[in-house]
C-alpha cells in the first residue's frame, strides 16, 4: 500500500453491512442496465450470451446506461448483428460504424476486438459463448480461457463479465465465492467519497493497478464480515456511485449516515 494511502477497515465493514441491507430490500439501487433484455430475447439462450458478450466487450470508459439502451434497440431492429457469423461477414468500416451508433469509444478498435472474438468464439467454442464455461469451472479457469478474448480479458471487464455471465445461468462457476469485483470507475468514486480509502483521489485509483487491487481486497473482507460475497456489492456500489455520488444526490444515499463526504459537508453547511 503506498505510503499516502489509508484505509478505514471498520468503516468498509459498516457500510457492507448497510449494502446488503440495499439488496435485501431490492429496488432501483440494485437494477443494473444489462439485466433489462431487448424484446423478444430469450434468457439463457445463446443470443443471450452473444449479447451479454459483445456489449460487454464495448462496456469501458463509456456511458453504460446509454450503452445498454442503444445496445437494446439495435437488438431490436437487427439481432443477426449480435452473431459471429454476422460480424465476420460485416466489413470492418460497416462494423465501426454500427459500434459508434452503439457508444463504443472507440469503434475502429472495437470493431476489430469483435471481429477478433467472434472468431475464438467460431473456433474454439462453436460460436456459443455458454461453452466458455458448460460445465462447472473455477473462477481462475474460465479467467484463463478469456485469455484469448480482447478487452474481456483485462482485470475489470473480465471480472464483470464472468459476473454478469454467472447471475444469468450462462457460465456455470464452480466457486462463485471467488468471483471479483470489478473495480471501475463508479466503486472507485463509491470507495473514495465514503472514506472508506484516504489518500487517492478516485482517478488515481481506476488508472493504478495496486490500488484498484487494494479496494478489492478490503471490499472481499469488509463482505466477508457482513456475510455476503463481495462480488454482490457491485451493483448497489455502481448504482449509488453513478446516480447518487457522482450527482451530489447525498441526501437520497442509503449509506450518507456512514460516508465521510456527507459527514463533510453536513459539518460545513451552516444550520
Same mark, same amino acid.
Request: a positive charge.
Given at each position: 500500500?503506498?505510503?499516502?494511502?489509508s484505509?478505514?477497515?471498520?468503516?468498509?465493514?459498516?457500510?457492507?453491512?448497510?449494502?446488503?441491507?440495499v439488496?435485501?430490500?431490492?429496488?432501483?439501487?440494485?437494477?443494473?442496465?444489462?439485466?433489462?433484455l431487448?424484446?423478444?430475447?430469450?434468457?439463457g439462450?445463446r443470443?443471450?450470451?452473444?449479447?451479454?458478450?459483445?456489449v460487454?466487450?464495448?462496456?469501458?470508459?463509456?456511458?453504460?446506461?446509454?450503452?445498454?439502451?442503444?445496445?437494446?434497440?439495435?437488438?431490436?431492429?437487427?439481432?443477426?448483428?449480435?452473431?459471429?457469423?454476422?460480424?465476420?461477414?460485416?466489413?470492418g468500416?460497416? $462494423?465501426a %460504424?454500427?459500434l459508434? =451508433?452503439?457508444? #463504443?469509444?472507440f469503434?475502429r478498435?472495437? @470493431?476489430?476486438?469483435?471481429? /477478433?472474438?467472434?472468431?475464438?468464439l467460431?473456433?474454439?467454442y462453436?460460436?456459443?459463448?455458454?461453452?466458455?464455461?458448460?460445465?462447472?469451472?473455477?473462477?481462475g479457469?474460465?479467467?484463463?480461457?478469456?485469455?484469448e478474448?480482447?478487452?474481456?480479458?483485462?482485470?475489470?471487464?473480465?471480472?464483470?463479465?464472468?459476473?454478469v455471465m454467472?447471475?444469468?445461468?450462462?457460465?456455470?462457476?464452480?466457486?462463485p465465492e471467488?468471483?471479483?469485483?470489478?473495480?471501475?470507475?463508479?466503486?472507485?468514486?463509491f470507495?473514495?467519497?465514503?472514506?472508506?480509502?484516504?489518500?487517492?483521489?478516485?482517478?488515481?485509483?481506476c488508472?493504478?493497478?495496486?490500488?484498484?487491487? $487494494?479496494? %478489492?481486497?478490503?471490499? =472481499?473482507?469488509? #463482505?466477508?464480515?457482513?456475510g455476503?460475497? @463481495?462480488?454482490?456489492?457491485? /451493483?448497489?456500489?455502481?448504482?449509488?456511485?453513478?446516480?447518487?455520488?457522482?450527482?451530489?444526490?447525498?441526501l437520497?444515499?442509503?449509506?450518507?449516515?456512514?460516508?465521510?463526504?456527507?459527514q463533510?459537508?453536513?459539518?460545513?453547511?451552516?444550520?
Amino acid at each position: 500500500m503506498p505510503s499516502s494511502v489509508s484505509v478505514d477497515e471498520a468503516r468498509a465493514i459498516a457500510i457492507a453491512r448497510a449494502l446488503k441491507g440495499v439488496l435485501e430490500r431490492g429496488g432501483p439501487l440494485v437494477s443494473m442496465p444489462e439485466y433489462v433484455l431487448p424484446r423478444g430475447l430469450e434468457p439463457g439462450s445463446r443470443e443471450h450470451a452473444l449479447y451479454l458478450t459483445y456489449v460487454i466487450a464495448v462496456d469501458y470508459m463509456v456511458d453504460a446506461e446509454k450503452l445498454w439502451r442503444r445496445a437494446r434497440e439495435l437488438y431490436e431492429r437487427d439481432p443477426t448483428l449480435f452473431t459471429p457469423e454476422r460480424v465476420l461477414a460485416t466489413g470492418g468500416e460497416e $462494423l465501426a %460504424r454500427a459500434l459508434k =451508433r452503439l457508444g #463504443a469509444r472507440f469503434p475502429r478498435r472495437a @470493431a476489430r476486438d469483435w471481429r /477478433e472474438i467472434s472468431r475464438v468464439l467460431l473456433e474454439r467454442y462453436g460460436g456459443d459463448p455458454r461453452n466458455i464455461a458448460r460445465e462447472p469451472l473455477s473462477v481462475g479457469e474460465i479467467l484463463r480461457r478469456l485469455g484469448e478474448f480482447p478487452t474481456l480479458r483485462g482485470e475489470k471487464l473480465s471480472a464483470f463479465y464472468v459476473r454478469v455471465m454467472h447471475e444469468t445461468g450462462l457460465f456455470k462457476v464452480r466457486d462463485p465465492e471467488n468471483l471479483g469485483l470489478p473495480v471501475n470507475r463508479q466503486i472507485s468514486r463509491f470507495t473514495v467519497y465514503t472514506g472508506m480509502l484516504v489518500g487517492a483521489d478516485y482517478q488515481t485509483v481506476c488508472s493504478r493497478p495496486e490500488l484498484r487491487a $487494494l479496494v %478489492r481486497e478490503v471490499w =472481499r473482507r469488509a #463482505a466477508a464480515a457482513a456475510g455476503v460475497p @463481495a462480488w454482490k456489492l457491485d /451493483e448497489p456500489m455502481w448504482n449509488i456511485g453513478s446516480k447518487l455520488c457522482a450527482k451530489d444526490r447525498c441526501l437520497e444515499c442509503p449509506v450518507k449516515e456512514l460516508c465521510a463526504r456527507y459527514q463533510s459537508s453536513a459539518k460545513a453547511t451552516p444550520r
